[in-house]
């Protein structure tokens, strides 16, 4: 049982690159999430996905878009990255508050 | 919106003592759960505990136990006999009960190092 899994655990980009993070989890959870942690912030939501043809804005959206695929993947893209999109990511599924979270990607922008 | 409060970057413990992280949020809701998660250097998020609000007894997990304050919007942790695996970051984590979606609000965290 793999839970959530994310690719690239590692990325670097340089300014104006695009990119998509993706996210799969295999625990039929409806609920998808996008986190950025930054230091001495906590873990910020970016986008989420209540359930399969839904997304929605959480607190941090501007400069990223996600597409909900199907209901195992949830998809992270940045169009035009800018070095304060320098973070750590994770992904994560939830059912009923039981969250999973991925292993993150720790993406630098240059 | 909800918000968070940990005000303690950093804290040292020595093995096999006792620490104690404190966590503090402000909500106008009644129904909600509360979490503390651990990243180890591992990155991984881990939970630790959780927390129902509607229940008045304070949960614990073999060494983590919790002391939850509803009135006074209090959550801290509470590692007993610490070990060196729990050299860790921890974050403290908020749940409306009512979004069924699932939104997880976080605090800043706390690295907790435990020294020999």
């Known amino acids: 049982n793999a839970g959530v899994t994310q690719t690239p655990k590692f990325q670097v980009l340089k300014t104006g690159q695009s990119m998509t993070l993706q996210c799969a989890q295999d625990?039929?959870?409806?609920?998808m999430y996008w986190y950025r942690q930054d230091p001495g912030m906590g873990l910020r939501l970016i986008y989420y996905?209540?359930?399969?043809?839904?997304?929605d804005k959480g607190e941090v959206p501007n400069g990223y878009n996600v597409s909900r695929l199907n209901k195992r993947e949830f998809s992270l893209r940045l169009e035009s990255a800018a070095p304060s999109q320098t973070s750590v990511y994770f992904c994560?599924?939830?059912?009923?508050?039981?969250?999973?979270f991925g292993s993150g990607t720790r993406l630098t922008v240059v | 919106a909800q918000t968070v409060t940990q005000s303690q970057p950093e804290m040292s413990v020595q093995e096999a003592e006792t620490v104690t992280l404190s966590c503090t949020y402000d909500?106008?809701?009644?129904?909600?759960?509360l979490f503390w998660y651990k990243q180890p250097p591992s990155r991984q998020m881990i939970l630790v505990i959780r927390?129902?609000?509607?229940?008045?007894q304070n949960a614990t997990e073999n060494r983590f136990s919790v002391n939850f304050q509803k009135a006074a919007k209090s959550f801290s942790l509470k590692i007993s006999d610490s070990q060196l695996g729990d050299t860790a970051m921890y974050f403290c984590?908020?749940?409306?009960?009512?979004?069924?979606?699932?939104?997880?609000?976080f605090g800043a965290g706390t690295q907790v190092v435990v020294t020999p």
């Open positions: 984590a908020f749940m409306k009960r009512s979004d069924s979606w699932g939104k997880l609000q």
């Open positions: 909500t106008s809701e009644n129904n909600y759960y």
């Open positions: 996905s209540a359930s399969e043809g839904t997304t």
């Open positions: 994560a599924s939830s059912e009923r508050g039981g969250y999973t």
């Open positions: 927390q129902e609000a509607y229940k008045q």
């Open positions: 625990m039929n959870h409806n609920s």
